[in-house]
């Protein structure tokens, strides 16, 4: 009996070192990704159009996808007023919707801008938009956030950060219950 359970102990410590080490693979490699990232979210770099300021533009955008507008702030906690207005083809005001926590304020060039998010704009159909920025100040950046995680999924390392985090994070707690299971079954 005794070499039978010496025999399915090693699993959850198996388990365990293997969880241990997907998750530290993970965190290697978002580390080693961390300038790819810094480049996809920085709207500066990767944007479906920039508004200068006192200007109009018409930009073609998709359907079924969120778009951020941005602005750059002085200071972290500064907010920016949204100051456009955009129309289709069809000269009809769209809505833009208030940003949420997932359209967090974002930084470009190494830390030394800051973007804040003003707005958000879900579209049905695709086309021509046109963008009217009547900030005399303030250029608007606007972002396809879909398209840069998009982007962010085909870079080899933050790919198998991501497929290794996650299989850590499943076999960890798996790794618990196989040790509670195999100490019940000792006593």
Not at 28 to 47: K, T, W
């Amino acid at each position: 009996m005794s070499n039978e359970q010496d025999r399915k102990r090693p699993w959850a410590k198996w388990l365990t070192f293997t969880a241990i080490g997907l998750i530290t693979i993970s965190l290697i490699s978002f580390s080693n990704s961390m300038d790819q990232i810094e480049e996809l979210v920085d709207p500066g770099q990767n944007n479906s159009g920039i508004i200068e300021p006192n200007s109009n533009k018409e930009i073609d955008l998709e359907n079924n996808r969120i778009y951020t507008i941005l602005r750059v702030v002085d200071n972290i906690n500064d907010e920016a007023e949204l100051n456009v207005e955009i129309t289709n083809s069809e000269n009809k005001i769209i809505t833009i919707e208030e940003p949420t926590w997932m359209q967090p304020q974002r930084t470009g060039q190494e830390g030394s801008v800051i973007y804040d998010p003003v707005g958000t704009i879900s579209l049905t159909q695709s086309g021509k938009y046109n963008f009217k920025n009547s900030n005399s100040t303030s250029t608007i950046y606007v972002v396809d956030d879909q398209s840069v995680d998009l982007q962010a999924f085909q870079q080899p390392g933050i790919l198998i950060a991501f497929i290794s985090c996650c299989f850590g994070l499943i076999l960890l707690p798996l790794s618990f219950i196989v040790h509670l299971v195999i100490g019940k079954n000792k006593i």
